[in-house]
Structure formats: structure tokens, C-alpha cells
């Protein structure tokens, strides 16, 4: 039984060489990957980091189709496009225009118990007044009014002229109508008046883009087709709300 004990010593001596010489081979390879590895190769994050801090930012303006980009000053600031008159105008008249829309909504609560009304009229309403404030914001961003009305004449455009209504809006007698009306006869002349008011703002988006020079600001342009595209999808809903009122009505 004892006679086993060398023969183990000889296992366990030889094991320590085989260990030692793994890790002798495995610390050889370390060194000689990193003796031929490039110059700097362990220390590129600092060196870039310190050529983050020590060079400029550039500023690269692109080309157009088939032109070359330019570098441009690294002090170059950005600066709003230019404004068009009729970009200006149409903000103006856009707040306006949605300025009455929110008063129309305003009568609902207290002229109809149509619950698909309420829903579809505090829509209109909180959407259309986060766009009043993001106009007036870019109005007062590129300092212009945010009113076509001289100052202390709000019924007065800057000619002294009566101020027109925008397209689609309601006259001062279909507003007075809406006002007096009650339940059913309120919800009709809600509806067809908020179609028309709808309507209306489509053809001013469209006088806006075919009018040469406007609409090219970003912030604009993305207003505009936002406003196209959820005023259509609100004309859609009002005239199916028209449809099925209309097919109740006859049963």
C-alpha cells in the first residue's frame, strides 16, 4: 500500500510542472501580442479623448444633389430660414381660425347630451388649443404678432379695414344660431358648421403651399400637414356622426 506514495509524489510533481508551464506559455504569448501589437493600440480611447478636447467640433453643411458637402466654421451658428409673408399670415389667420373652433366646443357641455359629440368636441378642443400656443410660440420666436389686428382694434386688420374671416369659419349669425340652439338641432348645426370650419382650414394649408417661397420652414411645414391630415380624418368622423344621426332620425 505504501509502495504507491513515490509513484503519487512523481503524479502530483510532474502536474506542478505541466501548471506552471501553461502559465509560463500563456504569460510568453501575453507579452509578445502586446510587443507586436501597433504603437498605441492599448490606448486609443485616451488618445481620443484627447483629440476630442483639444479639436473643435466640425461643422459640415450638405451639398445639394451632386455637390460636394462644405466645412464650415466650427463658431457657425444655426440660424432660422427666412420667413415669407404668407407663412407669417397664415399662422395669424391659423390662430384665429382655431381660436373659434375652441368657442364652438366651449357650448357643448351646456347645449347637447350626445356623448359622442362630448368626446369628438374635447378633442378638438385640446388639440387645437396646444396648436394656438406652439403658433404663438413661433410668432413670437421670429418676433412677429401673433394678431392680424392692430393693437387696441382687434375687430380692425393693419390697413384699419374690417378684419375678413378665415375660410370655413362661421359667421357672426351661424354662431348666434349655434348658441340658441338645444339637444338635436345643436348637435346638426355643430357638426355641419364644424365640417365647414374643417374645410376651411384645408384650403388655407393649400394657399399656403401654392403660394411660391412658403411653407419651406421645417416647423411650419410639419404644422401644416399635421393640421391637413388630422382636420381630414376629423371630417370623416363628423360626416359619419351626420350619416348615422341622420339614418336614426328616419327610423
Avoid at 60 to 86: C, F, H, I, M, R
Avoid at 189 to 197: A, E, V, W
Avoid at 227 to 235: F, H, L, M, T
Wanted: with cysteine.
Amino acid at each position: 500500500m505504501f509502495s504507491y506514495i513515490p509513484m503519487w509524489n512523481l503524479y502530483f510533481s510532474r502536474r506542478k510542472r505541466e501548471l506552471y508551464s501553461a502559465r509560463e506559455f500563456a504569460v510568453l504569448c501575453g507579452l509578445l501580442l502586446a510587443a507586436g501589437a501597433p504603437t498605441g493600440f492599448f490606448s486609443v480611447p485616451a488618445r481620443a479623448q484627447q483629440t476630442d478636447s483639444a479639436t473643435p467640433p466640425v461643422v459640415v453643411q450638405p451639398g445639394a444633389p451632386g455637390k460636394p458637402s462644405k466645412t464650415l466654421p466650427s463658431s457657425t451658428k444655426a440660424t432660422l430660414p427666412p420667413l415669407s409673408s404668407a407663412d407669417v399670415e397664415f399662422m395669424q389667420g391659423m390662430i384665429m381660425h382655431h381660436a373659434q373652433a375652441v368657442e364652438m366646443t366651449a357650448l357643448i357641455p351646456s347645449h347637447t347630451e350626445n356623448k359622442d359629440l362630448c368626446s369628438l368636441g374635447a378633442r378638438i378642443s385640446s388639440s387645437q388649443s396646444d396648436e394656438i400656443k406652439f403658433m404663438q410660440r413661433w410668432l413670437a420666436a421670429r418676433g412677429e404678432p401673433v394678431s392680424m389686428a392692430m393693437p387696441g382694434m382687434p375687430d380692425m386688420d393693419a390697413s384699419g379695414q374690417p378684419m375678413a374671416l378665415m375660410p370655413g369659419m362661421l359667421t357672426p349669425e351661424q354662431m348666434e344660431a349655434l348658441r340658441k340652439a338645444k339637444g338635436a338641432e345643436f348637435d346638426h348645426l355643430f357638426l355641419t358648421g364644424m365640417i365647414q370650419h374643417h374645410n376651411g382650414a384645408l384650403i388655407m394649408v393649400k394657399d399656403l403651399f401654392d403660394t411660391a417661397g412658403a411653407g419651406q420652414d421645417a416647423e411650419l411645414f410639419n404644422f401644416a400637414t399635421d393640421v391637413d391630415s388630422g382636420q381630414r380624418a376629423e371630417i370623416k368622423i363628423m360626416q359619419s356622426m351626420l350619416e348615422k344621426k341622420t339614418s336614426e332620425e328616419k327610423r
